[in-house]
């Protein structure tokens, strides 16, 4: 009883975070337009804001205790919340400390490096079909074909430089995470409930990084482009919210 609280408690933090966060996006859209320098010098509490949802979501997954479905199944999950966590320090602080301008684009490809590990965490937990399932998913080798396929090309000279070859990897592991997540409720290990909550945060988490996609092949040459890039990036957390939230929650034990 308490633990259930508990865990209200820090949803509705949650929520008081992620609304705050996002009527303060749109404002500094408002007042910055797509004038990159404003936006970036009037996000800090956007920035610190989104971290702490994603600290707390982490304490939930790490919160779960007994009321896991197995051991198995909680390590997984915590896992891949604490490398989230470390893919959004990345992102969120390091990404935008003034005196580590100079390094954000490494601490960018740290973060997608970071969510790679989480990504393929996933793949693990939604293909397992029983408690002491100890298998290694055969689609798990897709990314790492891009990953070496890519690496090749940037060795070859074709890619300028590592963020391409990086992200076509991440965008491997996260197109075969949720093929799995999506195929979770047919798989019957998952109670339904937990299933249900598996497949509905993976196609969010898709669409967050989708908007990440789009935010980051707009380039920066035209105004329209530069609208487009900062709309999109400020739908991210509107759909990588509720995907921490059931991500971590599918976790817990429910009832079929």
Same mark, same amino acid.
């Given at each position: 009883?308490?633990?259930?609280?508990?865990?209200?408690?820090?949803?509705?933090?949650?929520?008081?975070?992620?609304?705050?966060?996002?009527?303060?996006?749109?404002?500094?859209?408002?007042?910055?337009?797509?004038?990159?320098?404003?936006?970036?010098?009037?996000?800090?509490?956007?920035?610190?804001?989104?971290?702490?949802?994603?600290?707390?979501?982490?304490?939930?997954?790490?919160?779960?205790?007994?009321?896991?479905?197995?051991?198995?199944?909680?390590?997984?999950?915590?896992?891949?919340?604490?490398?989230?966590?470390?893919?959004? *320090?990345?992102?969120?602080?390091?990404? #935008?400390?003034?005196? /580590? +301008?100079?390094?954000? @684009?490494?601490? $960018?490809?740290?973060?997608?490096?970071?969510?790679?590990?989480?990504?393929?965490?996933?793949?693990?937990?939604?293909?397992?079909?029983?408690?002491?399932?100890?298998?290694?998913?055969?689609?798990?080798?897709?990314? *790492?074909?891009?990953?070496?396929?890519? #690496?090749?090309?940037? /060795? +070859?000279?074709?890619? @300028?430089?590592? $963020?391409?070859?990086?992200?076509?990897?991440?965008?491997?592991?996260?197109?075969?995470?949720?093929?799995?997540?999506?195929?979770?409720?047919?798989?019957?290990?998952?109670?339904?409930?937990?299933?249900?909550?598996?497949?509905?945060?993976?196609?969010?988490?898709?669409?967050?990084?989708?908007?990440?996609?789009?935010?980051?092949? $707009?380039?920066?040459?035209?105004?329209?482009?530069?609208?487009?890039?900062?709309?999109?990036?400020?739908?991210?957390?509107?759909?990588?919210?509720?995907?921490?939230?059931?991500?971590?929650?599918?976790?817990?034990?429910?009832?079929?």
């Amino acid at each position: 009883m308490m633990k259930r609280i508990h865990i209200t408690a820090f949803l509705i933090v949650v929520t008081i975070l992620a609304v705050a966060f996002f009527v303060r996006d749109w404002y500094v859209f408002y007042q910055c337009g797509a004038v990159e320098q404003c936006l970036v010098d009037s996000s800090h509490f956007q920035n610190y804001a989104k971290f702490a949802v994603t600290a707390i979501m982490t304490i939930v997954a790490l919160f779960i205790g007994k009321d896991a479905l197995c051991k198995r199944d909680r390590r997984f999950l915590q896992l891949s919340f604490v490398f989230a966590l470390c893919a959004d *320090f990345c992102l969120k602080i390091l990404h #935008n400390v003034a005196s /580590l +301008f100079e390094h954000s @684009g490494d601490y $960018t490809l740290l973060g997608i490096c970071f969510f790679m590990v989480v990504q393929a965490l996933f793949i693990y937990r939604h293909t397992r079909e029983s408690d002491d399932d100890k298998h290694t998913p055969g689609i798990i080798v897709v990314p *790492f074909v891009v990953m070496f396929i890519c #690496n090749a090309l940037h /060795l +070859f000279g074709v890619f @300028g430089g590592p $963020t391409i070859p990086t992200v076509a990897t991440y965008g491997a592991f996260l197109i075969c995470s949720l093929i799995v997540a999506w195929q979770a409720p047919k798989k019957g290990y998952f109670p339904a409930k937990n299933a249900r909550n598996i497949k509905r945060g993976m196609i969010l988490f898709f669409c967050c990084d989708a908007c990440v996609g789009i935010s980051l092949a $707009t380039g920066a040459d035209h105004s329209l482009q530069e609208i487009v890039a900062t709309v999109a990036n400020n739908f991210v957390w509107y759909f990588y919210t509720p995907a921490l939230i059931l991500l971590a929650l599918s976790g817990y034990r429910r009832d079929r």
